[in-house]
């Protein structure tokens, strides 16, 4: 029963910190649809703990709502951003309806592939297979030994990234 | 054992990626449909590791760590390319830059 309450506090917060990120009386200020996405990752942290996925949850603290945050409030500090470039949320009736529908027919798609799921109760952590799941250990395993390729090309993936960020952001006539 | 059925999870993550995806269509600023992305990112991610729990598959996390860190990658690169819209056009306006040629 607890879990059940918890659960529903921690969507219900995760929904409406992504609506304020998109809507228009909170996401006036550039500012505030920074800290509206910075409760959704926290928010969405506990949830990946309710999964048993803990060392997920922690790099999720530490790369979305660390990382990733300091550098949008960053850019956002860095552009001075005045309120009328920061766009409208232009909603109109059809856009709204749009929205809706597109819910449901994900509502219907995630119940359906809920339901093929062959074993819908939840794997039983119990068992010594899965002690320690979702901890440093087992993900650890996992990237080290089936996943090491995809590791790897990770890390040059983010070395691409920092290049290309740095050469995009970079003045124009370039001599710094 | 965990008490929450599958489909709430995916309910949830399904309602993550809608927002999401109805930020990047709708709203016209740079930063605020990198914003949205990052929320459809989280919502599969969510999704992943619901299907992980109760398949009881830990190498699907694996993978969830890995589009995080091209989620980051993503974010350094956006965020980069709006600062150097904002140098050439003055604005973060996705309908401003509706030119390929600068």
């Known amino acids: 029963m607890a879990e059940q309450i918890v659960f529903y506090v921690l969507a ?11 809507m228009p009386p909170f996401a006036r200020n550039p500012l505030h649809a920074a800290v509206a996405l910075l409760a959704t990752f926290s928010l969405l942290a506990g949830l990946f703990v309710m999964l048993s996925a803990h060392l997920l949850a922690i790099l999720q603290i530490l ?13 956002i500090m860095l552009l001075n951003l005045r309120r009328q470039d920061f766009g409208e949320f232009r909603a109109t009736p059809w856009k709204i309806l749009g929205g809706v529908a597109a819910f449901l027919v994900a509502v219907r798609v995630a119940m359906v592939a809920g339901a093929s799921v062959a074993n819908s109760t939840a794997a039983d952590l119990g068992t010594p297979a899965l002690q ?36 995009v952001a970079r003045r124009e006539g370039g001599a710094r | 054992m965990t008490a929450i059925p599958l489909s709430h999870w995916l309910v949830l993550a399904t309602a993550l990626f ?27 991610a969510l999704a992943f590791l619901a299907f992980a729990r109760f398949r009881g598959d830990v190498s699907v996390h694996a993978a969830v760590f890995i589009v995080m860190a091209v989620a980051a990658a993503e974010v350094a690169v956006g965020l980069a390319l709006a600062i150097a819209m904002w140098r050439h056009n003055g604005s973060v306006d996705l309908d401003r830059a509706a030119r390929l040629k600068g």
């Open chain 1, 12 to 22: 219900v917060g995760t929904v409406l910190g992504a609506l304020a990120v998109i």
């Open chain 1, 63 to 75: 790369v979305y709502a660390g990382a990733v945050m300091v550098l949008f409030i960053f850019v």
């Open chain 1, 132 to 167: 320690s799941f979702g901890g440093a250990y087992d993900v650890g395993w996992a990237l080290t030994t089936r996943f090491f390729l995809p590791f790897e090309a990770t890390s040059i993936l983010l070395l691409v990234a920092i290049i290309g960020a740095l050469v």
């Open chain 2, 18 to 44: 809608a927002i999401g995806a109805i930020g990047v269509i709708t709203r016209r600023n740079l930063l605020i449909a990198l914003m949205s992305l990052e929320v459809m990112l989280n919502g599969v």
